[in-house]
């Protein structure tokens, strides 16, 4: 009976475990070319200024259109290449590509910015950081209108090697923000010597707003102390909005506003805001 069973679980488990092998070595094999045939592209959801309504930037959701298995979103295969030294290359590629794409935006007075997500990976590894360092130097962000997104968690791991490579992409005109913020478990004597621009409030805290609001209140107070920024992450109900906004959080993100959208659209939508903007100075201006 023991036998039995033992073969029937291995008879489920294996083939299982199986799939999980083969889902690896798909992702890990597939991600050069991937890379080299045009499979990956970004989206971008746009980031609002709360108090002006206008969106004043976005963030870059990297997306993989698989040859057999459709759309792919970066949970399902970010993490299985970060285990490989494969994520130094794609976050270069992730760089370039923003970089290329930030100058297809409309021009305007205050340029939109577009912020990039940089794994815990690179943050640990010296040799990726390199490379990354070196694409960061490489594509020179036109103005400055690069964000970099680092998760609290990753920040902290290894805060002394981290530290020397946010100044040196701080120095070159890169901001940086702490994404997933309040998740993690930040030293606060830490927050004060990073040079960082402000903090993502995370997702989780809009969710559960009501039993959240205290935790957001601090945070958004900690960083108007510290003269941080605040973006809210996950903003999905017009009465987060009005909360926030009480609160007085800076930015937000969320359907609220938008899904993450093709450069395309998004162009559209700057363009649109832009032509909407320039009717409203023409209404209010007086007759003469
Ligand atoms: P994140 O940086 O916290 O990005 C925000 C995620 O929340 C995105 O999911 C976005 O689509 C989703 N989101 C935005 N607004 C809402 C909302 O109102 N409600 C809900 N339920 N979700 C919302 P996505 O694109 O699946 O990305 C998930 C995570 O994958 C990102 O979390 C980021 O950590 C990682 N990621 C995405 N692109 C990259 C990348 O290029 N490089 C690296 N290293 N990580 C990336
Ligand atoms: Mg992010
Ligand atoms: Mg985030
Ligand atoms: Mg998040």
């Not at 792919?72 to 285990?83: D, N, R």
């Not at 680092?150 to 946010?166: A, R």
């Not at 309040?182 to 009501?210: E, H, M």
């Not at 993450?260 to 805001?273: F, G």
Request: include cysteine.
């Amino acid at each position: 009976e023991a036998k039995r069973s033992g073969r029937n679980r291995s008879r489920y488990f294996l083939p299982a475990m199986h799939r999980q092998v083969e889902e690896r070595v798909m992702i890990q094999q597939g991600i050069s070319t991937a890379i080299a045939e045009n499979q990956l592209y970004i989206e971008y959801q746009p980031i609002v200024h709360m108090k002006k309504k206008r969106v004043v930037g976005a963030e870059a959701l990297l997306r993989w259109h698989h040859p057999k298995r459709g759309r792919l979103g970066p949970e399902t295969f970010i993490p299985i290449i970060e285990e490989s030294d494969q994520i130094g290359a794609l976050t270069v590629w992730i760089i370039e590509t923003v970089a290329a794409e930030l100058r297809q935006l409309p021009s305007q007075k205050e340029p939109s910015k577009l912020s990039i997500n940089i794994s815990s990976a690179i943050l640990n590894k010296p040799e990726l950081a390199q490379q990354v360092n070196d694409a960061l130097l490489r594509v020179d962000a036109p103005d400055h209108r690069i964000c970099l997104e680092i998760t609290e968690t990753s920040l902290m791991k290894d805060i002394d090697n981290t530290l020397p490579l946010l100044l040196r992409w701080k120095d070159a005109g890169y901001s940086i923000w702490i994404d997933d913020f309040g998740t993690g478990y930040s030293s606060l004597s830490y927050l004060a010597r990073l040079p960082i621009d402000g903090v993502k409030i995370d997702r989780s805290f809009i969710r559960d707003f009501d039993n959240s609001k205290p935790v957001i209140e601090a945070i958004i107070a900690l960083a108007d102390t510290m003269n941080l920024l605040t973006v809210s992450e996950g903003v999905e109900q017009a009465e987060q909005q009005q909360s926030l906004l009480r609160l007085g959080c800076d930015f937000a993100q969320g359907y609220l506003y938008s899904e993450p959208l093709s450069i395309s659209l998004l162009t559209d939508k700057l363009e649109q805001q832009l032509l909407r903007e320039s009717r409203q100075t023409l209404k209010f201006k007086p007759r003469s």
